[in-house]
């Protein structure tokens, strides 16, 4: 695709991977590596950058709002405009060769997708000549926005993280513990899949056949990447090597699935069947109605201005089955990307660059929204109150454990999940085993793919 050529259909981009709208399965909310209130963007003037002309941003607001606009524009020189992202209007903006100038996405389950449908320019020329960017600062997170046609971790840079986590990690309210006479965990050793679920079970508070506290939510950004992140734990993988086809059928895979559906089954969480009325973990956590939370580094920045919750909340190292090689990946890596039919790049770029290594930057460094994407940042991330210090403490060890795993290019993942949570509501209540969910699952997203394979052709 060109920059004038539009040539992508709005059943190409859209289609190809049979998006559907659909809630996440586990009804937590996929915010990405940070909420939408994570960005604290300070407002400087200046001109920094020779770029001109009028520049797009799609993103939610909280992260690339108005106040993120109006910084950019005095800095940078430039009319920073935003539109709020939605994916139905980003397929019909590229769909008429007129795409924003800067998307947000997650690099974790979009570069895949995006790069092998020729959408996302490579900015490799762009970081190359960044002033702010150099090859030896870069995170190794920031491999998930690379992309070489076989796998992620390879090939051009297609995007960049804001900021990121390591998403299977936990937090945990203290006091919830304590009410409930329950040790706390180890910050120094991950604890077992099925002891996590133990402690689910005893750390749930009911009144009558209602919930009243969560002992636990698994859910994660995603069911379906969370359940790879525990097959692998297991010693296997639910993608093949060739990103073509999944297997939810494999010893590994199937104790991943058993466990989810004991979860699920046992009311201690958020499930498809019942949501959290939120929407997303930090209401109810900082409600003291949820004693663990799978949210990564991220989540304690909503602690910094919240004194009761920062003498409550403890980040612990990523669940492990203990069968295969210990392991921690980031499912979001949150970032920005410019589409290839862009028609300002110089500009998107130098708005890019600024969000992503410049002010903005080190003020969601310091704020604790995330680990910055660039090894010089890292640095400023808060240990000034005693959890930030113990969180940062817990991240610091955790990071020799990250790594990257790979996503198809032949499906949006909320397509995946929209599958899923189909399936799921039939094996909670027991109509299916987890193997007889398994296979489906397996069957209907592999149809998926081939058939998204068959369109890229």
Same mark, same amino acid.
């Given at each position: ?319 492990? /089955?203990?069968?295969?090689? $210990?392991?921690?990946?980031?499912? @979001?890596?949150? &970032?920005?990307?410019? *589409? =290839? !039919?862009? #028609? ?62 790979? /996503?198809?290019?032949?499906? $949006?993942?909320?397509?995946?999940? @929209?599958?899923? &949570?189909?399936?799921? *509501? =039939? !094996?909670? #209540? ?28």
């Amino acid at each position: 695709m060109t920059t004038t050529t539009p040539g992508l259909s709005r059943r190409r981009f859209l289609a190809i991977g049979g998006a559907v709208a659909a809630s996440t399965a586990g009804g937590a909310l996929a915010v990405g590596c940070s909420p939408a209130s994570s960005t604290n963007t300070p407002v400087a003037t200046g001109s920094g950058s020779s770029a001109k002309g009028v520049v797009t941003v799609m993103s939610q607001a909280g992260e690339f709002g108005p106040k993120e606009a109006k910084a950019a524009s005095q800095t940078l020189g430039l009319t920073v405009k935003t539109v709020e992202y939605d994916l139905t209007k980003l397929t019909a903006m590229l769909a008429s060769g007129n795409p924003p100038d800067v998307v947000r996405g997650m690099g974790a389950t979009d570069t895949p997708y995006l790069a092998a449908r020729q959408v996302a320019e490579d900015l490799d020329p762009y970081f190359a000549k960044s002033s702010l960017i150099k090859a030896d600062d870069i995170d190794p997170v920031n491999d998930l926005w690379r992309f070489d046609g076989q796998k992620q971790g390879a090939g051009p840079r297609y995007g960049f993280a804001k900021d990121y986590s390591q998403d299977a990690m936990l937090w945990y309210n203290s006091a919830l513990f304590d009410a409930a006479k329950v040790a706390h965990p180890s910050s120094a050793e991950p604890l077992p899949f099925d002891e996590l679920l133990d402690l689910g079970q005893r750390l749930t508070k009911r009144q009558g056949a209602k919930v009243s506290v969560y002992g636990l939510n698994p859910n994660g950004l995603s069911v379906f990447i969370t359940l790879c992140g525990m097959t692998a734990s297991a010693g296997g993988k639910v993608l093949a090597d060739d990103l073509a086809s999944v297997d939810l059928s494999s010893p590994e895979a199937l104790r991943a699935v058993t466990w989810y559906l004991d979860y699920a089954k046992a009311g201690i969480g958020p499930t498809v069947l019942n949501p959290d009325p939120n929407g997303w973990d930090g209401p109810t956590f900082q409600a003291g109605r949820m004693a663990i939370a799978t949210d990564g580094y991220w989540f304690g920045g909503l602690f910094g201005t919240d004194a009761k919750n920062a003498k409550l909340a403890h980040l612990l190292p990523a669940p492990q /089955f203990g069968t295969g090689q $210990r392991i921690s990946p980031c499912y @979001g890596a949150t &970032g920005l990307w410019m *589409p =290839k !039919a862009g #028609k300002n790049k110089d500009a998107a770029w130098a708005v890019m660059e600024w969000f992503l290594a410049g002010a903005p930057a080190k003020a969601r460094a310091a704020g604790g929204w995330g680990i910055p994407p660039l090894k010089s940042l890292q640095k400023l991330m808060p240990q000034t109150q005693p959890f930030q210090k113990e969180a940062y403490q817990v991240q610091m060890a955790e990071q020799k454990h990250f790594s990257v795993m790979s /996503f198809t290019p032949f499906a $949006r993942l909320d397509a995946i999940d @929209g599958i899923i &949570g189909r399936e799921l *509501p =039939k !094996a909670i #209540k027991g109509t299916s085993s987890a193997a007889q969910f398994a296979d489906a699952v397996t069957k209907q997203v592999n149809e998926q793919l081939a058939d998204g394979k068959k369109r890229l052709r």
